[in-house]
C-alpha cells in the first residue's frame, strides 16, 4: 500500500526555523516527483514546493528564498527546510505524491496526513 | 501566476437533489500536448484531499458516476447528479499547467 508520514511540525518563534520530513513507502520514491502543499487554519489548499525526480525544484513565490525542499531517494524521504518563518508560514503541511512517474503536468493521487506548523512568539 | 475562481462559496444540498461548482481560470488550462489540466478534489472533514476528476472529465479510481466534470479553456463545472451524505466536505479545483493552483474552495453541506 502508498503510503506517505510527515513529521517534524511544531511551534517555532517567528525568524525560526524548521525541517519537515515525509517517509514515503509502497512505490519506488526514486521515479515520482514529490510536493508539499500546505494549508491554513480554516484556509483553501496552497501549493508550496516541488521536487523532481531529477532532483530539479520548484518554489512558490510566497517561500522562495526561505524554504528548500529536497530527497533522500536511499532513505526514501522528502524534506521541507524552512526558515525565517513568518506567522503566515502557520499551516499544515501535506506532502504528495505526483500520479504519474513520467511527464510533468499532473495531479496528487497520493496525500500524507498532514503535520502542523505553528509560528508564533 | 495562474488564478483559480470557484463559485459558490458554500452550497446546501437536499439529498438527492443535484449540485453544481464552477471554477474559472485566469489563464486557459488547454496545453499544446492537446490535454486540458483541470482536477478536482474533495477534502471531507479532518482528512486529507482525494483526487475526484482529473483532465477535465475523467474520474479518478474508485470515484462514483455521480461524479463528473465538464469544460474547456478556462471554465469548467463539477456536478454531483444525486449528492448522498457521505459527499460532504470543501472542493477544490486545481490547474497544474503551470505548477499548481487550487480554487479556493466550495464547502458542500447537506441540508
Known amino acids: 500500500e502508498v503510503h506517505l508520514l510527515e513529521s517534524g511540525g511544531g511551534l517555532v518563534q517567528p525568524g525560526g526555523s524548521l525541517r519537515l520530513s515525509c517517509a514515503a513507502s509502497?512505490?519506488?520514491?526514486?521515479?515520482?516527483?514529490m510536493s508539499w502543499v500546505r494549508q491554513a487554519p480554516g484556509k483553501g489548499l496552497e501549493w508550496v514546493s516541488a521536487?523532481?525526480?531529477?532532483?530539479?525544484?520548484y518554489y512558490a513565490d510566497s517561500v522562495k528564498g526561505r524554504f528548500i525542499i529536497s530527497r533522500d531517494n536511499s532513505k526514501n524521504t522528502l524534506f521541507l527546510q524552512m526558515n525565517s518563518l513568518r506567522a503566515e508560514d502557520t499551516a499544515v503541511y501535506y506532502c504528495?505524491?505526483?500520479?504519474?512517474?513520467?511527464?510533468?503536468?499532473?495531479?496528487?493521487?497520493?496525500w500524507g496526513q498532514g503535520t502542523m506548523v505553528t509560528v508564533s512568539s | 501566476d495562474i488564478v483559480m475562481t470557484q463559485t459558490p462559496i458554500s452550497l446546501s444540498v437536499t439529498p438527492g437533489q443535484p449540485a453544481s461548482i464552477s471554477c474559472k481560470s485566469s489563464?486557459?488550462?488547454?496545453?499544446?500536448?492537446?490535454?486540458?489540466?483541470l482536477y478536482w478534489y474533495l477534502q471531507k472533514a479532518g482528512q486529507s484531499p482525494q483526487l475526484l476528476i482529473y483532465?477535465?472529465?475523467s474520474r479518478f479510481s474508485g470515484v462514483p458516476d455521480r461524479f463528473s466534470g465538464s469544460g474547456s479553456g478556462t471554465d469548467f463545472t463539477l456536478k454531483i447528479s444525486r449528492v448522498e451524505a457521505e459527499d460532504v466536505g470543501v472542493y477544490y479545483c486545481?490547474?497544474?499547467?503551470?505548477?499548481?493552483?487550487f480554487g479556493q474552495g466550495t464547502k458542500v453541506e447537506i441540508k
Open positions: 509502497g512505490f519506488t520514491f526514486s521515479s515520482y516527483a
Open positions: 521536487v523532481a525526480s531529477d532532483d530539479n525544484t
Open positions: 483532465e477535465v472529465s
Open positions: 486545481m490547474q497544474a499547467i503551470h505548477l499548481w493552483t
Open positions: 504528495a505524491k505526483r500520479w504519474h512517474s513520467s511527464g510533468w503536468f499532473d495531479a496528487f493521487d497520493i
Open positions: 489563464q486557459s488550462l488547454l496545453h499544446s500536448d492537446g490535454k486540458t489540466y
